[in-house]
């Protein structure tokens, strides 16, 4: 069975960072993109950032120059690096993984206090 389990989450005031981490099992990943997603109060679930088995990346504008992506495929792991955090990056942050499949995480809290 396949799971994706984040962590790193938690309460960190403006300004702070934390990493994020999304560890996969029941199948290996390293030939597949992952991604981070996140829902906010209220609002839709948006793209992120994302990681190719090749290591090129994609993110949201306004993430560019903050947020970093990367990945560990011996540990068949992908993280987020999130600096300079602000209010609004408050949310449930996802990871996942598509193919001919689509496999979410359950989501881990991001509070980010003013």
């Known amino acids: 069975q396949v799971q994706l389990v984040e962590s790193g989450g938690g309460l960190v005031q403006a300004g702070g960072s934390l990493r994020l981490s999304c560890a996969a099992s029941g199948r290996t990943f390293s030939s597949y993109s992952m991604a981070w997603f996140r829902q906010g109060p209220g609002k839709e679930r948006e793209f992120l950032a994302r990681?190719?088995?090749?290591?090129?990346?994609a993110y949201l504008d306004s993430v560019k120059g903050r947020f970093t992506i990367s990945r560990d495929n011996a540990k068949n792991t992908v993280y987020l690096q999130m600096n300079s955090l602000k209010p609004e990056d408050t949310a449930v942050y996802y990871c996942n993984v598509r193919g001919s499949f689509d496999y979410w995480g359950q989501g881990t809290q991001v509070t980010v206090s003013s």
């Open positions: 990681i190719t088995s090749g290591g090129s990346t």
